[in-house]
């Protein structure tokens, strides 16, 4: 069967950087042509091995296939999960994960997204997330403030936690997090989540140990997340780098404020 | 801070019970007007005691009323959470939960519904769910298929699962789905759910054990799951009813086949 909603056109503000916003443009466009020819089953077929070293679904190839078109008119070089790193002679990277939440858009269920980072000089400039099925996007430059912010929220017990989902070793950090806040949620889709979280919708998201992470799971948030007044950190403390090795992995906190972050890490790592 | 995104007027189908149609627009106009109105922490504040014996949150009351009044203007009977059952002299009543997952409603997590089913006689006839977010909706009468279809799946292991998050004594049977099934999410939104589940974009859904559901959290899964080729149960097997007793609780689950439901229950249950 097809999903059969439509993909909207993403509602983005005028001043992104012109490569991401073609980039974002091309990857709802791409994604909602894919729902069109293809049913849920053929959306899903791992078609290729990413740069990533994890198997690459025919959705994630679609969508990436476009960005990377629209990338290289754009003349901007390319760091993104299936192609890994495309080198197009210029002075700006686009970091992009292309399908973030690849399960959830192979299958129809509504919470995957673009994200992207503009990078110059190894630095993060700018940040775009688009959720793939309403259009809405947050975008954030580096150091300025945006117009929504995190709810700034210090304490653990009580709050409102987005969870990367139970896996095998991280089950026990998972069930002190679980016990401590009030509502928990696993959305399956580390952008969107850390996007809820810039927004004041949810006090923090983590993966409690999985190191499930890779750059482009998380580079949207590095921008994001601070400029709303939030943190977002390595579990383990390891810093992030904008490096071409894909094999690199962190378990990503994203937290209203560093106390929150501070009181999440306690708690998985007690 | 309050919620800035929009609530759009629903999309729905022409053949949509007039009274039915109008309570969900209602309810859709009604959470918008809030989230404008009121920041989040005024949204979730507990303005009174509701019929179904849990607080009652500002966002539930504002949205219930304005069902009230469309249900009046139809001359249909409500049986709704906080208000209980309202007598305005018809053969129909609506049986209807205002905003489904409230809690996601009033913190912004764009994850809550309108759920409604028109019941005569005590049969439900035709139910309708509306994503406030989004605008989309599901809808179906008792008996007739839908165009949407489950998908058919029969085996837990590898299947994709929403579940209702974990809470004090249902531990053990979440773990006990969640390592079997592929992925599993946790939406908070038990309407939502049961209609990704009718939809085909998710397997099957449950609350492995917590009796958290009242009969309007289940009423528009009991008719749309079915009629999608899905079935609708209780963890131990308890009937639906619809009398006025707010009191009753069940463990809903909702599975692509009776197969798969079965599979779910013995896990929970083992």
Redesign the interface.
Known sequence: ?R???PVPVPELPADVHPALAATARAASAAYGAARLAHP?LELREEVADGADGTPTMRVDALVEGAIAEAAARHHANLLSEEAGFVDNGSDVTLVIDPVDGS?NAA????LSCFAGVVVVDGTPTEALTVWF??G?SWWARAGEPTP??T?GRTALDGA?VCLM??KRGT?DAW?RI?NRAD??????TTCLETA?VA????DAFIDPGSDTHRIMDLAAALVTVPAAGGVLVDLHGRPFTFDHDLTRRWSGVAAATPQLAEALIEAALA
């Open positions: 069967m999903i059969t909603w849920r399960a299958l129809g269920v509504p099925d309403t809405r929504y912010r709810t409102s989902r139970p089950e069930h679980a509502r928990i949620r696993v959305l399956c809820l927004e004041g919708s949810v």
